[in-house]
């Protein structure tokens, strides 16, 4: 809040009187001071040095890219910050040398029935790589129908997100680690409503678009930015969709329970233990937070489900009054709108194969990934012969969801949780204190000797990295440890 009430004080952040500059980069090394910064990212300079002091990683993590090229270690850190609205008012001018155009870009290419000529099709991909999808397209009297071919088994439907948005397609294929894009600007108009189909057994996918007038498309229509691309998922930007709060409740004293609903014309699924972002324009600039969606419940018969549950986005998130975000989130009507991003996260569920243990280590809302891996695994994991939680908490009254966990315990006798609080009251009688060896060492039995385990810990940063010590301390590998981002 600081930063941003600086930035709309009128003060000259560039010395350039507001005026913007071509930068070389000769020019560029040269601001390589505390007091004399220059970043590029993107292709943009910035002068950072006023935003020294208020840069929640310090000073150093600046200074690692000073006079020079930051955009990889920005992608690598925190690729997610909407570095645009936040330094804006200190952006100095563009690069004078354009970066290189990454190999994925198809610039000026025909596109013949949704395919590439053979001569433009370009190896984007290191050889050890995933071989590069394509794809084609079909049409009936009523439909248009684009496949596409990922070369790869076992994709699932929440490897597919698809918004149509103003005749424009964006599709993407989450393959692996990379990322594959169709980005077309569609030559005829085609309902909202659209199905998506997946056989995962050959590796297809398939978009059905029902066409507004029974005419036969000649194209299916232009290339639009980085349609055709495949690249690593880290080196995509972020996409957002507008998505409609449509509730909200109490779950504690300070934790509610968010429901947004996507656009009709978005094909969304988050994969488990995976986030998104959410984004919100607090005091003229954007603001955004990584949220981990959970389920409407812990049990499927504990209240009746909201129509179509695809369509529906659930979240748990603590309000923090003094926060810059979260109260500006509360603060929202219903029928008001959020910017949702594209699932993010490198949790697979394929980690879970096999697992016959299953710990869960959550403090405060690190429960929220732990939800869907709950879900998951006991709806799923046919070797699964236990799942513990742990769940830390101050008082009682921070205890997310104590009546669905305890009335699921009583419902699966596989599933068993334990509370542990570092401010009980005087008359509570269960464990206390904070992550330990002791604590673990007693929680952490198997039900076999030589049972196949996994660990999952999540909560804020200090309890995680104490965690994940002491787990190595207790002889577990990090094949066997996922630790969340809180």
């Not at 008012?89 to 013949?112: F, N, S």
């Not at 349609?227 to 998922?233: A, N, Q, R």
């Not at 401010?423 to 007693?442: F, I």
Request: net charge negative; with cysteine.
């Amino acid at each position: 809040m600081d930063w941003i009430r600086l930035t709309k004080s009128g003060k000259d952040f560039t010395g350039l009187k507001g005026g913007l500059i071509e930068v070389t980069e000769e020019e560029l090394k040269k601001h390589n001071k505390k007091d004399d910064c220059w970043i590029c990212i993107r292709g943009f300079v910035y002068n950072v040095s006023p935003y020294m002091e208020y840069h929640p990683g310090g000073e150093d993590e600046l200074m690692r890219a000073a006079g020079a090229d930051g955009t990889d270690l920005f992608n690598e850190v925190h690729r997610w910050v909407n570095y645009e609205s936040m330094l804006k008012e200190c952006l100095v001018g563009r690069m004078a040398v354009k970066p290189a155009v990454p190999k994925d870009c198809h610039e000026g290419k025909r596109v013949l029935n949704g395919m590439l000529p053979k001569s433009q099709v370009t190896d984007t991909l290191p050889r050890e790589g995933p071989s590069s999808p394509s794809y084609d397209w079909f049409q009936t009297e009523s439909s248009v129908t684009i496949v596409i071919y990922t070369k790869q088994k076992n994709i699932n439907l929440d490897s597919v997100i698809v918004d149509l948005q103003d005749d424009s397609l964006r599709a993407e294929a989450v393959i692996k680690d990379h990322s594959y894009l169709i980005h077309i600007g569609l030559s005829h108009e085609v309902q909202e409503n659209f199905s998506v189909r997946v056989i995962e057994n050959v590796g297809k996918i398939e978009i059905v678009l029902q066409k507004k007038e029974t005419v036969s498309w000649k194209c299916l229509g232009d290339p639009l930015e980085k349609h055709d691309s495949f690249i690593p998922k880290k080196d995509t930007g972020l996409y957002y969709r507008q998505c409609q709060l449509i509730s909200k409740e109490d779950v504690t004293h300070d934790t509610r329970l968010f429901c947004l609903m996507l656009p009709p014309s978005t094909h969304l699924q988050v994969p488990v233990g995976q986030h998104v972002y959410l984004k919100l324009s607090v005091t003229g600039a954007e603001i955004v937070k990584p949220y981990t969606p959970v389920s409407e419940s812990l049990l499927s018969d504990f209240k009746e489900p909201v129509l179509s549950p695809n369509k529906y986005i659930y979240f748990l998130i603590k309000i923090y009054p003094a926060g810059l975000f979260t109260p500006e989130l509360d603060r929202l009507q219903i029928g008001d709108f959020v910017s949702v991003s594209g699932p993010e996260g490198n949790f697979k569920v394929s980690k879970l194969q096999e697992v016959e243990d299953l710990f869960l280590l959550a403090a405060g809302t690190g429960f929220t990934p732990m939800v869907t891996v709950l879900n998951h695994a006991l709806t799923h994991m046919s070797s699964l012969r236990k799942v513990k939680l742990m769940f830390f908490n101050k008082t009682e009254d921070d205890i997310i969801w104590r009546c669905q966990l305890e009335k699921l315990a009583l419902k699966d006798k596989r599933f068993h949780v334990e509370y542990v609080l570092s401010a009980p009251s005087p008359e509570w009688n269960g464990k206390q204190g904070h992550v330990s060896r002791a604590l673990l060492s007693e929680f952490l039995q198997r039900s076999l000797e030589n049972s196949k385990v996994f660990l999952c810990i999540c909560g804020p940063t200090p309890f995680t990295d104490e965690g994940i010590r002491l787990l190595h301390d207790l002889n577990f590998s990090d094949d066997e440890i996922h630790g969340f981002t809180a």
